[in-house]
């Protein structure tokens, strides 16, 4: 007995020298930070790189963690649904009372499966979305010095099942995180690594992890299948298109509309060919190869200021088309689309990533009862418009059986005509 007890001491004591001399190694202590304007400004810059607007107004999540835990939360209703094993809680986040608990799909009242369904969502949701919850309620900001560049690192003061931990982001060059440095509760070695590397882009418009990769022992986290979806915002989106006629659009072959009788276009849009007219001049522009496109002045072919004038025509087409086939355009490439309230009412925003003369741009688009697009709210910071608005009127159907406006109406009064509009085949 004495020599097993005694074998016994000489593990633990091993162990006690080993985990000793592994703490030594691997422990950092928490670096000090500066809580100053640069470091709010750092912060913005990540939020910006993380497209945070989109995940602002995101409506649906869905992921697992290392496939045990599964989860699809309804981010503005405050209500996700969290599975593991042959349980499922039905998790109202700010009223967990209110939550519901089904054991192989029975209802029960056990009220320690909610407790678990908090503590889950608390640590895998981070796993998602730790980088949008940077300028949360209780969440202090500072820079750091990491490698000879500077770092964000985040305290959280409140909230969450572990308040008082930290994270050290480490950032790329366009501000985008990579990795985190972590000091928690739950983990007595100070300074852990953590990759943010391999994101995923999803249907509502920003990226979200897939993975993550811990510096300790090699341990990958599984996200699982990662998704995140505005479905209301897209069932709106739909309904206008369905008002608007858009399946005629799609098919539709030739445009023929003016704008403000400034300038004239003639659009061939299966060959995505137009003929573009002001003043004495005409082009046939080509905005998929405009090396391809003719200038002519009073009828005749010319190559004299060929590239500013094509350049011109470029603009103008992308401007002027916007004011005629805008909500024919709702789910394009780079387009985010979702819901927001105007006069208690839903309207459809959307924001364009990518495309166009000014990426970045977004409209809020009031409806009537029939869905049908009657005004919208531009928002263009290159502009410095803000929710400046604008009518949609005149709406009538076309000979290929679309609908398209034939004028609009500004604040002030003033009126833009499109002219003699024609859709045809």
Known sequence: MKKILKLIGIFLALLFIVSAIFYTIYNESLPKGIKNEKAEALATKMMKALN?????????????????????WYKEENVVEVSW??????????????????????????????????????????????????????????????????????????????????????????????????WTSIIPIGGIEASWSDWKKTEAGFKLPTKHKMSLFGLELDMGDVKASNPKADTLAREILKSIKHEAYKTTRYIDWSFGGRRAYKWDKKEHIVEVSWDKIKVILHPNNLEKSTVFIDNKETTENKEKIVKRAESSFNNDSFWLVAPHKLFEDGIIRSIVQVDGKDALKVKYTTGGSTPGDSYTWILNDAFLPIKYLMDVPSMKMNQVPATWDDWYTTASGTLLPKSHTFSGGRKLSMGEVKAYN
């Open 85 to 182: 094993g042959s349980n499922k809680v039905i998790l109202n986040t700010k009223k967990p009372a209110l939550s519901e608990v089904f054991v192989s799909e029975t209802k029960t009242e056990n009220q320690e499966l909610i407790k678990n369904a908090i503590d889950y969502f608390n640590n895998d949701s981070f796993w998602l979305v730790a980088p949008f919850k940077i300028f949360d309620a209780g969440v202090e900001r500072s820079i750091v010095k990491h490698n000879e560049k500077d770092a964000l690192l985040i305290t959280y003061t409140t909230g969450g099942s572990t308040p008082g931990d930290s994270y050290l982001w480490i950032l790329d060059e366009n501000n985008f995180p990579t990795s985190y440095k972590m």
């Open 52 to 72: 945070y607007d989109a995940y602002k107004s995101v409506e649906v999540l869905e992921w697992s963690f290392r496939g045990e835990n599964y989860y699809k």
